[in-house]
């Protein structure tokens, strides 16, 4: 019992291993790239086809996705009856193994439009685990009754106006071209989201030692 309860802390804590890995790797690969903007630049260019940082920023993108899998059997090891938190780690499980296709197998062509061939199925894909992580918000914040919930909430109103304000900008990401605030935009998302994973860990964790 002791055992499988170390193994199981140890799941939950890939989940804050995760988070920090990556944004410590987008990080360190935008001040490597000689001349990056954080602020115009999205964070999906420093892994892109032909980025000098993809060699550097690949294997450790793919490293946390798969501390990110094992954070999602953790938390479904852990959810017991809670329906709601199984579904969480599931979907979980689904947003890291979809972003890690996407980012391995369909690398964004840069200088090219979204909608081009080469560029559609990384949208399809990081589209598909956006919504495996928003849908997985919500099973998690039903899955919590404390304060929990309502930070859950906070965090995917926060997504909303975000990917509003990135909606707003499609036009120009069809044509290839990127707004003067994408990459403050899409940041804004991401780290949101990652505080979002290492928070729940923390839940987790707490509960398990009670």
Not at 4 to 10: K, S, V, Y
Not at 37 to 47: G, I, K, V
Not at 118 to 146: I, K, P, R, Y
Request: glycine share 8%.
């Amino acid at each position: 019992m002791v055992e499988t309860a170390r193994i199981l802390r140890f799941f939950l804590v890939c989940g804050i291993l995760s988070s920090l890995l990556y944004v410590s790797t987008d990080i360190l690969a935008g001040m490597l790239w000689e001349g990056y903007d954080f602020a115009s630049q999205s964070a999906s260019e420093l892994s892109a086809l032909g980025a000098s940082t993809r060699p550097f920023v690949l294997p450790l993108e793919l490293t946390a996705d798969v501390l990110l899998i094992a954070f999602a059997l953790g938390v479904w090891v852990s959810a017991g009856r809670n329906r709601a938190l199984r579904v969480t780690g599931g979907l979980l499980a689904a947003n890291a193994v979809t972003a890690l296709v996407a980012v391995a197998f369909f690398p964004v062509h840069p200088g090219e439009a979204m909608t081009a061939s080469a560029n559609t199925m990384n949208v399809v894909l990081m589209g598909l685990s956006v919504l495996f992580l928003l849908v997985a918000m919500g099973f998690g914040a039903a899955a919590c009754q404390n304060w929990f919930r309502f930070y859950s909430i906070g965090t995917f109103l926060v997504f909303l106006v975000e990917d509003i304000l990135a909606t707003m900008g499609a036009p120009r990401a069809i044509r290839g071209q990127s707004g003067p605030l994408v990459g403050i935009q899409e940041r804004t998302m991401i780290y949101g989201c990652l505080l979002w994973i290492v928070v729940l860990a923390i839940v987790l964790l707490r509960a398990e030692k009670k």
